[in-house]
């Protein structure tokens, strides 16, 4: 059975630094694309960052970029999101996804594997 599992999520100041990790187990997500998602109170979820198979090629919500890292170890089976700079609307469930695709999409649809999600707090 496929699982990802977040962590790293908390309460933080305006200005502060989280790193979300996302561990994978089940089956192994080297060849694959995954992302990060994020759901605020009363909104639909939004992508946040995606990264390819290897690591060649990022992608950023543009609310984000310049202030959201995504990375991946394919040997840990973890991808991780390094947020720096956190502002009070970056408040919001963060999720990871995982597709069976190595192409990276901005698109919910493009994943096929989520994590039940971890609750990023920004204070003001």
């Known amino acids: 059975q496929v699982q990802l599992v977040e962590s790293g999520g908390g309460l933080v100041q305006t200005g502060g630094s989280l790193r979300l990790s996302c561990a994978a187990s089940?089956?192994?997500?080297?060849?694959?694309?995954m992302a990060w998602f994020r759901q605020a109170p009363g909104k639909g979820r939004e992508f946040v960052a995606g990264i390819s198979w290897s690591g060649g090629r990022s992608l950023y919500a543009d609310s984000v970029k310049g202030r959201f890292t995504i990375s991946r170890d394919n040997a840990k089976n973890t991808v991780y999101l390094q947020m720096n700079s956190l502002k009070p609307e970056d408040t919001a469930v963060y999720y990871c996804?995982?597709?069976?695709?190595?192409?990276?999409?901005?698109?919910?649809?493009?994943?096929?594997?989520w994590g039940q999600g971890t609750q990023v707090t920004v204070s003001s």
């Open positions: 089940g089956r192994t997500f080297s060849s694959n694309a």
């Open positions: 996804a995982a597709s069976r695709s190595r192409i990276v999409t901005m698109s919910s649809r493009g994943y096929d594997y």
